[in-house]
């Protein structure tokens, strides 16, 4: 929790009682079942199982951009679970809050370009007719401002001081509405692949 300091109007690190399991694992749920989803949609082996938890894919784009960002997943609940410990001191939050919370940051601009690349077979594309192209802008683009929180939510080590606590209260806030935009898109997209297409059928002969 971020508290201004009496007198100063310095942001410092206070941490939050009574964390929920249940708030610190929904991240990285949501996280496996996209890594699951790329998993599924992969070449299957002659032989294998259809259902297969981890596997190593280094050649397709898709599985490295759900690999990582699995990873940053667990770096957040890492950042968000010791966050919530109530005898954390201000200055333990600095290599057990803040630095997880900017691994995590950086795999997901990691993730999120990947994503990119592959949606748009480069880095650099113009379709605002795709539904998957607007879902991974958004999903950069709520990358780039979580990763603006991370470095304006530097905590010192030594005084237990934020950096800029309204602008990283910002930028979660903004990488936030990003990704809930990016997940609202995903119905249209599902639904867009099963609408059967619309023919005109062919003039009989007189």
């Known amino acids: 929790m971020l508290r201004n300091t009496p007198g100063t109007g310095a942001a410092s690190y206070q941490p939050t009682p009574n964390p929920s399991p249940l708030v610190v694992s929904r991240p990285s749920a949501a996280g496996f079942l996209t890594y699951r989803e790329a998993v599924e949609a992969g070449p299957q082996p002659?032989?294998?199982?259809?259902?297969?938890?981890?596997?190593?894919?280094?050649?397709?784009?898709?599985?490295?951009?759900?690999?990582?960002?699995?990873?940053?997943?667990?770096?957040?609940?890492?950042?968000?679970?010791?966050?919530?410990?109530?005898?954390?001191?201000?200055?333990?939050?600095?290599?057990?809050?803040?630095?997880?919370?900017?691994?995590?940051?950086?795999?997901?601009?990691?993730?999120?370009?990947l994503a990119w690349f592959e949606a748009c077979h480069g880095w650099a594309a113009w379709r605002p007719r795709s539904w998957s192209w607007w879902i991974t802008l958004l999903n950069l683009t709520g990358s780039v401002a979580f990763g603006v929180s991370a470095v304006a939510g530097y905590i010192s080590p030594d005084t237990g001081q934020l950096h800029n606590a309204e602008l990283s209260n910002l930028g979660t806030f903004i990488g936030a509405l990003c990704f809930l935009a990016g997940a609202l898109l995903l119905m249209p997209e599902r639904t867009e692949d099963t609408i059967p297409a619309v023919t005109t059928p062919a003039p009989s002969g007189t």
Do not use: C, E, K, M
Not at 76 to 99: E, I, K, M
């Open 46 to 113: 002659p032989g294998t199982a259809r259902r297969r938890f981890f596997v190593y894919q280094p050649g397709r784009i898709d599985w490295w951009a759900t690999a990582v960002q699995q990873a940053g997943t667990v770096f957040f609940n890492v950042s968000t679970g010791v966050a919530l410990s109530a005898d954390l001191s201000a200055q333990a939050a600095h290599p057990h809050v803040w630095r997880p919370d900017a691994f995590g940051s950086v795999a997901f601009l990691v993730a999120s370009a």
